[in-house]
């Protein structure tokens, strides 16, 4: 049997070999250090749940890369990390993580289980975005009491605004039994918050905004076990159409919007990130990237199909995980692997997935 040294090992190759693949458009050198202010979910929380509200997140979250957990809800790094890696700076630190943090490249203001709605409840959008224009404010007071580690205005006019945010407006939806109908008439107020933003980080100097889509919710496996779909609500794949038909009308009114801002901002950059088909095409083709079971959560309990069950859940007693440097996509029913992650980086920054087609590092002058 292999050593847990050698299957880590092999896995660091495989993460190496991955990121050896990217196109050289992609490895980016910014003349100036990057500067990233990220808003979302889970999907790219960094440490904020931990560091803001003392929430535990345990072994074996971050086992893979960090060798401990770290707050990311995953095995080890995230989409976000990974982009950070490509414009060789530092993993984006959470901003409510006080110890250590210089917040020299950015910061990231996503929190797990953050939403657009309702708002002004912790850690709404619009609250992620409360919390910026606070973190500059004192920027500049620090600016002009003589410190020199702080951002700048230039600094916050080049940076780049990530924003990454839905996939909980429309799951909560689903979770309170509404109807299909339902769910789709309040796309429009979810739209209205993110559209909220942009406008607010704008109107505050941000010119350069990169916006994820959100990806099939009907194919995470917690989403699985909690409907257990009939055969009439599955798609090919097994995953909850309607579900997967919320999402993407989620994902076309998103565009819709992107593409009106353009015209209403003209000075502003505004980039679409279609990560919904990336995440569609892991699965539909989970053998072709070397990763399988994409409908089982490697971290759960309760075995095929789904491995997920509501009251057993990973890092908690009862649930076990998989072999180290098995290639799953879905680590704990809810949040990608590393393994995927770092596939999805690789797609991302091939500049196929975006509109308009600009490489990740077209802010870094």
């Known amino acids: 049997m292999d050593s847990p040294k050698s299957v880590s090992f092999r896995f660091s190759c495989f993460i190496c070999l991955i990121l050896s693949l990217l196109p050289h458009s992609t490895k980016s050198i910014c003349t100036r250090p990057p500067l990233i202010f990220n808003f979302g979910d889970s999907n790219s929380d960094t440490g904020g ?33 990974f982009l950070c890696q490509s414009l060789n700076t530092s ?9 250590g943090s210089t917040f020299s490249n950015g910061a990231n203001f996503a929190v797990v289980g953050s939403s657009t709605l309702p708002k002004f409840v912790p850690f709404a959008l619009n609250v992620q975005v409360m919390q910026f224009l606070h973190f500059k404010s004192r920027s500049y007071e620090l600016l002009a009491s003589g410190s020199e580690e702080m951002i700048n205005d230039d600094g916050f006019q080049r940076a780049l605004y990530m924003i990454d945010i839905g996939q909980n ?35 505050n100097g941000g010119r350069k905004f990169w916006v994820h889509n959100t990806g099939p919710l009907g194919c995470l496996p917690q989403k699985l076990w909690l409907v257990q779909p009939s055969s009439r609500d599955v798609d090919p794949q097994g995953c909850i159409s309607t579900y997967n038909s919320a999402a993407n009308l989620f994902n076309e009114g998103l565009h819709q919007l992107c593409t009106k801002l353009r015209l209403e901002l003209k ?12 995440k569609y ?8 990237y070397g990763l399988k079971s994409p409908l089982m959560a490697c971290c759960g309990f309760g075995g095929p199909p789904y491995n997920y069950n509501i009251n057993v859940t990973c890092g908690h007693d009862g649930a076990q995980a998989c ?39 077209f802010f870094c002058d």
């Open 281 to 288: 095409d892991l699965i539909i083709n989970a053998s072709k």
């Open 91 to 99: 993993f984006l630190p959470a901003y409510m993580e006080s110890l």
């Open 169 to 203: 407006d429309l799951s909560d939806a689903f979770a309170k039994k509404y109807s299909y109908a339902q769910v789709i008439k309040g796309i429009p107020l979810i739209l209205a918050e993110i559209k909220n933003a942009i406008k607010s980080i704008h109107d």
């Open 267 to 278: 000075d502003a950059t505004i980039i679409y990130v279609d990560i919904y088909t990336i």
């Open 323 to 361: 072999d180290q440097g098995s290639r799953f996509i879905s680590w704990d029913g809810i949040h990608f692997t590393e393994a995927a992650n770092s596939i999805m980086a690789s797609k991302l920054l091939s500049q196929q997935y975006s509109t308009p087609s600009l490489p990740f590092d």
């Open 49 to 81: 749940l931990v560091a803001g509200l003392g929430y535990s997140v345990t072994s074996p979250y971050g086992r893979t890369f960090f060798g401990r957990s770290t707050g990311r809800l995953s095995d080890g790094r995230l989409l976000i990390d």
